[in-house]
């Protein structure tokens, strides 16, 4: 063990090191930059979108329309990203990387949402222009197909290897990290032994990942709104409770994202570059922008027009980490507990605690526990879809089993390994996804042009700036 945390250590230390920073900011900058901000002016837009998108019949006005390509509603897409997006990165995390980097990390986990909204958008807009139909009949896209037919046979091994990231990393990020964190939690504030919350989880999760798309899908658009509203709710209600020191957090937020903070009690001190390093990391951990996860599940929405899709994807990482990151964010800061030297969930209980005696750890627990399950769901087609690119639409099957059985040996590993090999392989994804958004960056930029200025370009029209 201790070999295999030097190694993945110093691959951590590479990956996440400042030409990841550079590249994941740097593209997203480019691409709000190329979309003339239009993610963050077009927010309404997006939730106007999301909820006409409900069952997928629906124009932007309202109106029913015969778009049934893909297998689940824009919504549901959404709703299935977001499911394996809001997980232990909103709880453990957040809290992580306020432990690490101090209170301005919160601030680089905005910026990093704000740029990740053009980058959610661009990828979902090109998960749906180049998605493709598989043997089945069911739409299968995200980077590698767009990789693929966007860029031409020559970068079909780009694809080919972030196909491979992919179908590892989730094993790590949307497995054996959420049933760690679930059975850790679980076990310190109920006393649940850890190989019993695996084996729950495994048998829960099996058997609506067996199903497939349609299934978690469905899953997840029930779930994930409860579940979202219900922490949220928590998380104000312990704001109210902490309402005078919601001033000196964001102060602190402000502060020392740009000024190194001194250690202070079980606090370890962070400098400016910390704050950064483990407020980008851990952002990119919670809301997945640049990742190229997301785009895989909204290949499969019921739309036509992959802008329309992109303005809903963008949803995904401003509800993930301006709204769900930020509460855990406060509740820690003005919790006052955040300099004692706990980290990870653990944190995020105690401070939920501090504020709500005898019932925030049984809070953080149950949310930590319901965020972890549908996080599982979503990474598991994730990692289904890339496995299928590389091996065939037969070898879905053997991946879904592989997957459904890691879940409880995950819960019985190490955490700190586990946590480490997940941020390895998240940089790993990343290189060939935001690689790919960069030189199809004017096929997003000349789709997004024509739906505005009332052009509607559908996926199988020819673009001037198309390589395949």
Sequence with gaps: METLNSIFGAINGLVWGPVMLILLLGVGLYLQAGLKLMPIRKLGEGFKLMWQGRDGKHTPDGKTKGDDDGE?????????????????????????????????????????????????????????????????????GGPMFYIKNGLGRKWLWLGGAFAFFGAVAAFGIGNTVQSNSVADALDSTFGLPHWVTGVVIMVLAGAVILGGIKRIAKVAGKLVPIMGIAYVSAGLIVLAINAGQIGDAFGMIFYYAFNPHAAVGGFAGAAVMAAIRFGVARGVFSNEAGLGSAPIAHAAAQTKNPVRQGLIAMLGTF???????????????????????????????????????????????????????????GWS???????????GTRSIMLYRV?????????????????????????AMMAIPNLIALALLSPVVFKLARAYFNGEDVLPGEELDHDKS
């Excluded at 959610?120 to 493709?132: D, G, H, N, P, T």
């Design 72 to 140: 689940i509603s824009p919504f549901n897409a959404l709703m299935t990203a977001l499911s394996a997006t809001i997980g232990t990165g909103n709880i453990a995390g957040v809290a992580t990387a306020i432990a690490l980097g101090g209170p301005g990390a919160v601030f680089w986990m905005w910026i990093t949402a704000l740029v990740g909204m053009a980058t959610k958008f661009s990828e979902a807009v090109l998960a749906v222009r180049y998605r493709e139909t598989d043997s089945t009949g069911y739409h299968v």
């Design 319 to 377: 509800i993930d980490t301006i709204i769900v990151c930020s509460i855990t964010a406060l509740v820690i800061l003005t919790a006052g507990v955040w300099e004692t030297g706990e980290a990870g969930a653990s944190l995020t209980a105690l401070s939920f605690d501090a504020a709500l005696p005898g019932m925030g750890n049984e809070v953080v627990s149950l949310a930590l526990a319901v965020f972890a399950f549908t996080t599982i769901l």
């Design 381 to 391: 087609f994730y990692g289904e879809k890339c496995f299928q690119f590389l091996f």
């Design 402 to 426: 592989l997957f459904v059985l890691a879940i409880p040996l995950g819960a019985l590993a190490n955490l700190g390994f586990i946590w480490l090999m997940a941020d390895t392989f998240n």
